[in-house]
């Protein structure tokens, strides 16, 4: 065979694997895929999730029409577990019942759901608001929010679109001293100052003009304005010297109210308003010890009618300076709390204090002192307490109301949790107690005690303020209203002493009394 001489062509020697063009070429592909995948996965939880808002709110829906049917008109979530209506707490979404609550007028006119799995987040931070901040106020119609400074006895005006003070602070030395009560009538652009012997009134309409109301020179204690009318109502003195009046809408100048009993609760005072029953309550302390010449010990709740101003006792409870045997069942001397809380539609006015019951544990033994939640109904003077098991450290010390709800939420102090700054929130619907969220005790006895709670309405959510002292974080404790599933505290590790609510824009403003500053919270806004 003759060989075949012709060369071979030159081939290279074999070569495993990819080249670097080919290797790249497979990872953008599997780049694009993860992609793909991801959006994919991400896309069907928001679908999940979105599905299930739009089904608890039709679930909603239903037993509201169900309820409708049958009442003629629309009910809160007890409502409807009530009639049997839900089997239990909704999960994303919350019942507002509508002011006239009128069925066949359409959903949205009677009733709005909304979405409260929105979480509530830290906004602005750190608005500066003078010396010794102790009381804040909000304008919801004006967006608005006025803080008061103790230490440099000026008003701070903060806009709530942009979270930012507007110009300089106002000056009220001219008219009080030390002031540490703040409100708002949001229908006359004025603003209400309370202190040391009397109250300023800001005219925001006239150039923040400022000027001090007549016919009152006692130092303030408590300050509010009627949603009724527009009347600004005012207390303070001691337990034995006491003095309340009334301040005509637009005026400057206060009317006293004679009390049949010179007996408020000293060191704090609240006013709470009925305007259905023309009605504003609070507190009626005794005076102070068991032994005094007074005959006038007895504690309870006044009322105030806000059209002739005549004040009279709704109820009155024997007091005693501490529980022994056979006790009966009292009240503790001085036990009674400032802060009165108005639920209009079951007409209740609920008072925080302490009282006297056997001890379970030794029947025959000294009673013991336990806080007790009373339930009043002013139109008869009939009570229900709603006791704390013996031995429970908890006492009660403030509260609110949710209108959107129809619960009062009870602001305790006490407890384990919180390195032994413990505390809670009891919700309390009619004369019962409903449910309970474990939450760090009150922050320091600083500033308006009535202002350490707080609700957003249509979110259902309960804010406290809480201590920041021995390992409690501080901040803002926060839960659902309904659930009273708590978040993580908000604000950390600032100690507020008080706070305001705008539930038209769902914010919440806070007072860092020692910083000197504001902190803003949002749910769902801008």
């Given amino acids: 065979m003759t060989p075949d001489h012709r060369p071979f062509p030159w081939r290279p020697g074999r070569q495993d694997g990819f080249t670097l063009i080919e290797l790249l070429v497979v990872i953008v592909i599997l780049g694009v895929l993860s992609a793909i995948v991801v959006f994919s996965v991400r896309g069907i939880g928001d679908k999940g999730r979105k599905n299930a808002i739009a089904a608890d709110a039709a679930t909603l829906r239903t037993a509201q029409e169900s309820y409708c049917a049958k009442h003629g008109r629309f009910g809160t979530v007890d409502d409807l577990k009530t009639d049997g209506l839900l089997a239990g707490e909704p999960v994303y979404n919350t019942v507002v019942v509508g002011e006239g609550n009128e069925c066949g007028k359409g959903e949205n006119s009677s009733f709005t759901l909304y979405d409260t799995s929105t979480p509530t987040e830290s906004g602005a931070d750190a608005i500066p608001v003078g010396s010794k901040p102790s009381d804040v106020a909000v304008d919801a119609k004006a967006d608005r929010v006025y803080v008061v400074s103790t230490g440099g006895n000026s008003v701070t005006a903060i806009d709530g ?28 652009g004025r603003v209400y100052v309370g202190g040391t012997g009397g109250v300023a009134v800001i005219d925001t309409a006239d150039g923040n003009r400022v000027t001090a109301v007549g016919g009152y020179a006692t130092t303030v204690a408590g300050l509010a304005v009627s949603p009724e009318n527009g009347d600004v109502y005012v207390g303070g003195g001691t337990s034995v010297n006491s003095a309340v009046a009334y301040i005509p809408a637009g005026t400057t100048s206060a009317t006293a109210i004679p009390l049949p009993g010179p007996s408020l609760v000293s060191g704090g005072m609240d ?83 302490r009282r006297c019951v056997p001890d379970p544990a030794d029947p025959t033994g000294p009673w013991k002192s336990v806080a007790t939640t009373i339930a009043v109904n002013p139109g008869d003077g009939t009570s229900t307490s ?95 209203g309904g659930t009273l599933l708590t978040s993580a505290p908000l604000g950390t590790p600032q100690a507020f002493v008080a706070m305001a609510v705008n539930n038209r824009t769902a914010k919440v403003y806070a007072v860092d009394q020692a910083n000197g500053t504001v902190a803003v919270f949002t749910t769902g806004s801008d």
Wanted: include cysteine.
């Fill in 386 to 480: 709603i006791d704390e098991p013996v031995g429970t450290l908890a006492g009660a010390l403030t509260a609110v109301y949710n209108p959107v709800a129809g619960a009062v939420y009870v602001y305790f102090g006490g407890g384990s949790q919180c390195n032994g700054q413990g505390g809670r929130i009891d919700r309390v619907v009619g004369t019962a107690a409903t449910g309970r969220a474990l939450v760090c005790g009150m922050s320091s006895p600083l500033g308006n005690p009535a202002r350490r709670i707080a609700t957003l309405d249509n979110f259902n959510r309960v804010f406290v303020a809480q201590r920041n002292v021995l390992g409690a974080p501080g901040g803002l404790g926060v839960a659902d």
């Fill in 161 to 188: 679109r942009t979270d930012t003070p507007i110009g300089s602070p106002i000056d009220v030395s001219g008219a009080v001293t030390s002031p540490t009560q703040i409100a708002v009538d949001p229908d006359r």
């Fill in 271 to 353: 006013f709470h308003f009925d305007p259905e029953r023309h009605a504003v309550y609070f507190a009626k302390s005794g005076n102070g010890s068991a032994n005094s010449p007074a005959a006038n010990v007895n504690t309870g709740l006044y009322a105030i009618s806000t059209q002739t101003h005549q004040a009279r006792v709704v109820v009155e409870f024997p007091t005693r300076s501490g529980c022994g045997t056979n006790a009966g069942n009292n009240l503790v001397i001085n036990s009674v709390r400032g802060t009165t809380v108005v639920d209009p539609r079951r007409n209740l006015v609920y008072l925080l204090a």
